[in-house]
């Protein structure tokens, strides 16, 4: 049967100083400038409207939020960066909160979002650098997808892909219309049940 998520609860808030749960199962992290659309990906992923919150307002979240799926694996909302009228001691404490996370050795995949209709940002290349250098395996994917012709979406995903100096692959995503599910699923399968994914028929 296909995976799918079955359950999704809130677990905790945590911010710099504050103890991060029980590292005791895959950990998947969203990440991704202020306003491209994390909180609504993992809503629309648990079909839950309200589990995370969103905002049109950018820079709202400053906390990393942990969400448990399938009573299974983390899925873990991580604050945005780039809202330009950040103070900078605001900025600091990012970056200080992303390092002391990023570094920890608990993550297991990180899912790095980028607006479909923008080229990277600087932050976004610096992020991107980040999980090279600590060396994560990720997924990117490209949200809104809905916002473009739907002939120019794979291409203009795989595009945003190349533009972080990535391999040229992104997934396109909306979360409204549930487009790039099934795909994202079957990578988070890969990382929550990684020795389901050899199929011996398909193999030969
Ligand atoms: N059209 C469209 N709008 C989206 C999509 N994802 C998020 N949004 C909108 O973008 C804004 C920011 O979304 P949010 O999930 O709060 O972004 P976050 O700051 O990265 O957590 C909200 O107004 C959402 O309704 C999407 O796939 N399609
Ligand atoms: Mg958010």
Redesign the pocket.
Same mark, same amino acid.
């Given at each position: 049967m296909d995976f799918t998520v079955n359950t999704a609860r809130f677990i905790t808030s945590a911010g710099l100083g504050s103890e991060l749960p029980e590292p005791k199962c895959a950990e998947i992290a969203v990440v !991704? &400038? +202020?306003?491209? !659309? &994390? +909180?609504?990906?993992i809503n629309s992923l648990c079909g839950r409207n309200k589990l995370?919150?969103?905002?049109?307002k950018?820079g709202?979240?400053r906390l990393i939020n942990y969400f448990l799926l399938n009573e299974e694996f983390y899925l873990v909302?991580l604050p945005?960066y780039g809202y330009a009228a950040a103070p900078k001691e605001e900025q600091a404490k990012w970056g200080r909160l992303m390092e002391g996370y990023l570094s920890s050795g608990r993550v297991s995949h990180i899912c790095m979002?980028i607006d479909v209709r923008h080229e990277p940002t600087a932050l976004d290349r610096q992020m991107f650098g980040y999980i090279i250098y600590y060396g994560i395996p990720y997924t990117l994917i490209a949200?809104?997808?809905?916002?473009l012709a739907k002939t120019k979406r794979r291409q203009a995903a795989n595009a945003a892909a190349k533009l972080l100096g990535a391999p040229p692959y992104a997934i396109a995503?909306?979360?409204?219309t549930g487009e790039g599910r099934r795909e994202l699923l079957q990578r988070i399968e890969a990382v929550v049940h990684p020795e389901a994914g050899v199929d011996p028929e398909a193999a030969e």
């Open positions: !991704g &400038k +202020s306003n491209v !659309g &994390k +909180s609504s990906l995370a919150k969103t905002s049109s950018p709202k979240t909302d945005g979002l949200t809104k997808a809905d916002k995503w909306s979360s409204e």
